[in-house]
């Protein structure tokens, strides 16, 4: 499982007056950003599936969400055995200089957690650079001035052997008897190792070691400048999640939305499949990991983050727009549980004057936002080669946006200064590429 808001990049990148590469523009980043809420019966089971349909440009489109009955309020976490694995290598910036962002972020994501650990867990700290070693073994958790004085000590030095680090983490915890209920390993990087390992796949393969070992592992790419490849590979995995944060500002707000659930998983095995009726297809997946209307994720973690899954369902008539929805999981205690929902047209529905129908107000603003980050994504691609092109789909996108927009402010006008917000930045994307400015990448160059 991977949350990444690299759409934060774009904005910060547009504001500065440079056109984003088409990686920074993820639909499932923007839908992060506005509550998308789908009705639905209370869901009495650790994971339910809810779903809403809609018509627009001849295609039909299917939001999915998902609920739980965990209670985030009363939430207690389990005791934890957790190895801060840290990267100290000279791009990270530990001298907190002009570069120093990345060591930034991992000085106060650390310190912010030492505040949530007590003395039913266990914490220890490796670092890596050229080379790896432990800085601190397992003591208790509320041990918070020892822990805060090595977290202020850490410095910088030389490349990153980030395989190094896993190696010693991962020997931590065979010399330690943990009786904590859960162990993990944090793992808090820029994510550009150079030395020794690189390669997604020898990490999938360590990440699978902490697998088999009992060993969840949560990954924190600080900084701009991320592998995304070695990032999914190492997180896929059980237990496995992942985050990026791009400046130390955004260091509450991430623990806020996410702690202490990122290190609690509540399921596993998670499938979703999405079944069309009356002889549609899945076209196109927004913010949906997987293909053909499958998702498929081996861990599931609660997050205040909002968002929604989307689906495109080309091939067939609006009279004929319906889908089967099958979800299937295993709880942590290994019980298996299953969910199916039918969705189909109720009587009587049918297309506006602007040949549009949807089902609710969340699965029309969902399209919305995900055809304006498409269309911004699929410019930004082209923009370097086929600038006519590109100038002509940003501008459709545009226009396509800001009719929407007010298809939505007329039914929700409190949601319009969030939606112009958007309009907005597309506006600003669209005038620089007209004025021909550079195109930045995901290091913000």
């Known amino acids: 499982m991977l949350e990444s808001s690299p759409t934060d990049l774009a904005r910060e990148l547009v504001a500065g007056g440079v056109v984003p590469p088409a990686a920074a523009l993820l639909v499932e980043g923007i839908l992060s950003k506005h509550d998308l809420p789908l009705a639905g019966a209370e869901c009495t089971t650790t994971l339910g599936i809810r779903g809403a349909l809609g018509w627009q440009d001849d295609s039909g489109w299917l939001q999915l969400g998902l609920s739980s009955n965990v209670d985030m309020e009363s939430f207690a976490r389990p005791s934890m055995g957790l190895a801060l694995l840290v990267d100290v290598s000279g791009s990270m910036g530990w001298g907190y200089g002009e570069h120093g962002e990345p060591a930034l972020i991992t000085r106060d994501l650390m310190l912010a957690m030492l505040e949530n650990f007590g003395a039913h867990d266990v914490v220890g700290i490796a670092t890596f650079a050229t080379n790896a070693r432990m800085v601190q073994g397992f003591i208790p958790g509320d041990k918070h001035g020892q822990l805060r004085e090595i977290i202020q000590a850490l410095s910088a030095s030389g490349s990153t052997n980030m395989e190094a680090g896993m190696n010693v983490v991962r020997g931590m915890f065979a010399e330690a008897e943990i009786q904590a209920e859960q162990k993990r390993v944090i793992l808090l990087t820029d994510a550009q190792p150079n030395v020794g390992a690189t390669t997604a796949g020898s990490f999938m393969e360590q990440a699978g070691d902490l ?31 992942g985050f990026s944060i791009s400046s130390a500002g955004r260091v509450p707000q991430f623990m806020d939305d996410n702690w202490p659930w990122m290190v609690c998983p509540i399921a596993y095995d998670l499938e979703v499949d999405a079944n069309p009726t009356g002889g549609l297809t899945v076209g196109k997946g927004y913010g949906f990991p997987g293909d053909n209307g499958q998702l498929r994720t081996a861990s599931v973690f609660l997050s205040k983050r909002r968002g929604a899954l989307l689906l495109r369902l080309d091939g067939g008539q609006f009279e004929q727009l319906g889908a089967d929805l099958l979800l299937s999981y295993r709880t942590p205690v290994g019980e298996v549980l299953s969910q199916t929902l039918t969705l189909q047209l109720p009587g009587g529905a049918s297309l506006d004057e602007a040949e549009r129908y949807f089902e609710s107000y969340s699965v029309q603003k969902t399209t919305a936002l995900a055809l304006l980050v498409d269309g911004m994504r699929q410019a930004a691609e082209i923009y370097m080669h086929e600038r006519e092109e590109s100038l002509r789909l940003m501008a459709a996108t545009v226009e396509q946006f800001a009719s929407d927009l007010t298809a939505l402010s007329a039914q929700n006008p409190a949601d319009g200064i969030e939606l112009e ?16 400015a550079r195109q930045g990448t995901l290091y913000g160059l």
């Open 421 to 436: 917000r958007e309009l907005a930045f597309a506006e600003q994307m669209l005038q620089l590429m007209e004025a021909g």
């Open 211 to 241: 697998e088999r070992a009992g060993i969840g592992l949560t990954i924190i790419g600080t900084g701009i400048g991320l592998n995304p490849d070695v990032m999914t590979a190492m997180v896929n995995l059980t237990g496995g999640n």
